[in-house]
């Protein structure tokens, strides 16, 4: 009876644990060759001091491709170092518990079956809620294009420099993609 109880009690240890680890801000990397991942409450508050484009990588704790893009991608220096020296880098939970007030609007979790979407990640998506999926705003807050999929580090390179460049304003997507030369590496 005695191994019952504490079985029990570790599985509520381990459940407590999990979800307060859901909660936690991203941990913000020392490692100049790491994405400096914030909350997007963080990239509200920089976004008041220094305007800047903004990456939102929309994963979820149980998504494997989003787990890869982190390992590989992310991973990647020369493109954490761009991504750093020119966007506010957030990493989105898209079935956070927390509540988000953005734009005076309040954006919360939506229990749907035995999940849910924290609704945020819905409008900014704009109702595409397939994982992961990278979304960059311009330096108003304001949605220039979701990115649905897993991308390679050289794929994810050409996509964030055609934003962070302005280019997407002025060239065919073709064009730049088709002309595009690699960052420099280290």
């Known amino acids: 009876m005695k191994q019952v109880f504490f079985a029990i009690g570790a599985l509520v240890l381990l459940l407590t644990a999990f979800a307060f680890r859901r909660l936690e801000a991203p941990v913000k990397s020392e490692n100049k060759d790491?994405?400096?991942?914030?909350?997007?409450?963080?990239?509200?508050?920089?976004?008041?001091?220094?305007?800047?484009?903004?990456?939102?990588?929309?994963?979820?704790?149980?998504?494997?491709?989003?787990?890869?893009?982190?390992?590989?991608?992310?991973?990647?220096?020369?493109?954490?170092?761009?991504?750093?020296?020119?966007?506010?880098?957030?990493?989105?939970?898209?079935?956070?518990?927390?509540?988000?007030?953005?734009?005076?609007?309040?954006?919360?979790?939506?229990?749907?079956?035995?999940?849910?979407?924290?609704?945020?990640?819905?409008e900014i998506t704009h109702g595409q809620l397939s994982f992961p999926t990278?979304?960059?705003?311009?330096?108003?807050?304001?949605?220039?294009?979701?990115?649905?999929?897993?991308?390679d580090a050289k794929e994810f390179e050409t996509i964030a420099t055609y934003f962070g460049r302005n280019e997407y304003l002025k060239t065919p997507w073709e064009t730049y993609e088709k002309n595009y030369k690699p960052l420099p590496k280290k």
Not at 53 to 62: G, H, L, S
């Open 134 to 151: 990278v979304v960059f705003l311009d330096e108003k807050i304001e949605v220039i294009q979701s990115i649905p999929g897993y991308r």
């Open 34 to 122: 790491a994405i400096n991942w914030i909350t997007w409450e963080q990239m509200m508050e920089k976004s008041k001091k220094q305007k800047r484009k903004v990456v939102v990588d929309v994963y979820t704790d149980w998504c494997g491709w989003c787990k890869r893009m982190d390992a590989t991608t992310f991973s990647e220096p020369c493109l954490a170092k761009y991504i750093n020296e020119n966007y506010y880098a957030v990493k989105f939970d898209a079935e956070q518990k927390q509540e988000i007030v953005f734009k005076d609007k309040s954006y919360k979790f939506v229990k749907n079956g035995m999940r849910g979407y924290h609704e945020l990640a819905a």
